[in-house]
């Protein structure tokens, strides 16, 4: 019922930035929360950060003060700001909506921190 479409994976340096998007659609509930997992080689996927409808956010230790995650809830979209990477963050992303018990995953998009 809920499709997510996932945008602005890249090739970055080590220091760099980059901002993922997710946008969702379909059958929205008014009351969920949207987050971003990622998972690398051999690695479990593992929360990031993840954001409720109410604006109450999660973050990952690893992540704190690095990274950003925001909401527009009129465009059922989620961001986030990822600042200061370093190659430990490389992992492909996924975007994530749950509400009520219902996951649904994006296709993921593969961030790269690399000199």
């Known amino acids: 019922q809920v499709r997510l479409v996932e945008s602005g994976g890249g090739l970055v340096q080590p220091g760099g930035s980059l901002r993922l998007s997710c946008a969702a659609s379909?059958?929205?509930?008014?009351?969920?929360?949207m987050g971003w997992y990622r998972q690398a080689p051999g690695n479990e996927r593992a929360l990031v950060a993840r954001?409720?409808?109410?604006?109450?956010?999660d973050y990952a230790d690893s992540v704190k003060g690095r990274f950003t995650i925001s909401r527009d809830n009129a465009k059922n979209t989620v961001y986030l700001q990822m600042n200061s990477l370093k190659p430990e963050d490389t992992a492909v992303y996924y975007c994530?909506?749950?509400?009520?018990?219902?996951?649904?995953w994006g296709q993921g998009t593969l961030v790269t921190v690399s000199s």
């Open positions: 994530n909506y749950y509400s009520f018990g219902f996951n649904t």
């Open positions: 379909g059958s929205i509930s008014s009351v969920n929360a």
């Open positions: 954001i409720r409808t109410s604006s109450i956010t």
